[in-house]
Structure formats: C-alpha cells, structure tokens
C-alpha cells in the first residue's frame, strides 16, 4: 500500500515568515502533485513534479521531488496572509491508472 | 478556462436511498476519477474510468456503488443504498492523459446522509 504521510497538520506563522510543508513515503512515485483547497471547493493543482531532484518555482513558492522520488517538499518564502489555506499533496499511484494517493494535508494560517 | 462540474453541491438523502451524483468534465479530458472526502480526513481514492470502463476501484467502492458514461459528457456516481457513513464531500476530477497526469477537480457534491 502507497502512502503519503504529509507534515506538519497544522501551521500558524506571522506574515513574513518562511515555511516548509513535507510529503514522505515509503514508496516511488512516479509524479507528485501539489493542490490547496479552499473551504467547500475541490482541490486546485499548484504544481506537478515528474523528475527526481526536480525542482519547481511559482512565484514565492517553491516545490521540490526528492532524488528518490520518495518525497516532497513545498517552502513558501515571506508568507502573506492570502497564502492562508490547506495545502495537499498527491502521489500518482505505481497502479498506474492515473490514481492519486493523498496525504492529510497541512492546514496554513497566516497571521497579519 | 475550462473547468468540472459537479451537481448538486448539497444532497441531502435518507439512509437506504439511492443517489445519483453528476459531473460534466472538461470536454476533451479522456480519464475520470471519483474521490471522497469524509470531513477532517485526507481526500480518498473511490474509482477511475477509461474508454466507458473502471480501470481501477478501491475498497470503499463495493457493489453499493456504479459509474456511468451515459451519454459522452456526464459521468455519474451511483450509490444505490446510501448509509450513514457515505456522508462526505464527493470530488470528480478528470484528466487527458494519464501518465504524469494533471487531474482537474470539480467543486464537490456534499451528501449528508440522514
């Protein structure tokens, strides 16, 4: 069984502040994705990661793909409030059916 | 932008009866996925569906439930006699490739089984 376990659940922080969201597993995976999600909406795709050590930015944020494949990590850089949300992770499953494997998710808030 | 529709946003059911959960996804998208979401618990596999056929179903998704392509644009979710325990946010997504797939998830229909 593919898991993801995503850490921390929960963060709050200043507006200013940097932060790092992690996503590890035991297992390859052979993309991971990055979603938030606002509160009664679905989750909205940030960011794909395909290539081992691969590295994405997208404005203050910034994603990462472990050599492995095995894990993942977002930093958001000088946090702003907006940034205030839930932040998922999501491996494509080795079954190769497009399925997504999802980790619990980090609840963000940042403070003004 | 295109995007995944899904109706109703609320469904409100007595436990035994049947529901019927819809999504209309992006036009040209060729692989559809249903997810859960009980609430406060992580976003969960149900099935994906490929060329009018399931590809791959979890556990959860036993004889209670069924999808359908009916006609090219709808895809449905089908739980013919809900319980208490069906009670979260279903999520369609849908995709045009499937490797290194990008998957577009609709708004969420949040059945409330009672």
């Known amino acids: 069984t593919q898991l993801l376990e995503q850490s921390p659940q929960f963060l709050s922080i200043q507006e200013g502040e940097n932060l790092t969201v992690y996503c590890n597993s035991s297992s390859v995976f052979s993309s991971l994705q990055w979603y938030r999600q606002e509160p009664g909406e679905g989750p909205v795709l940030l960011v794909t990661v395909v290539t081992g050590g691969e590295v994405k930015k997208l404005k203050r944020l910034t994603f990462q793909f472990g050599d492995a494949r095995k894990d993942s990590s977002l930093h958001i850089t000088a946090a702003q409030p907006g940034d205030t949300g839930l932040y998922l992770c999501?491996?494509?499953?080795?079954?190769?059916?497009?399925?997504?494997?999802f980790g619990q998710g980090t609840t963000l808030q940042v403070k003004p | 932008e295109p995007e995944v529709t899904q109706t109703p946003s609320h469904q409100v059911t007595q436990m035994g009866q049947e529901v019927i959960l819809r999504c209309v996804p992006i036009?040209?998208?060729?692989?559809f996925y249903w997810y859960r979401q009980i609430l406060g618990q992580k976003v969960e596999f149900l099935v994906s569906?490929?060329?009018?056929?399931?590809?791959?179903k979890s556990e959860i998704f036993d004889d209670q439930f069924s999808v359908e392509r009916p006609d090219g644009s709808n895809f449905t979710l089908k739980i013919r006699s809900t319980k208490l325990e069906d009670s979260a946010m279903y999520f369609c997504?849908?995709?045009?490739?499937?490797?290194?797939?990008?998957?577009?998830f609709g708004a969420g229909t949040r059945l409330s089984v009672l």
């Open positions: 569906f490929y060329n009018n056929e399931i590809s791959e």
């Open positions: 997504a849908s995709t045009r490739y499937r490797a290194k797939n990008i998957q577009y």
């Open positions: 999501a491996g494509e499953h080795s079954s190769n059916t497009g399925k997504l494997i």
């Open positions: 036009s040209n998208h060729l692989y």
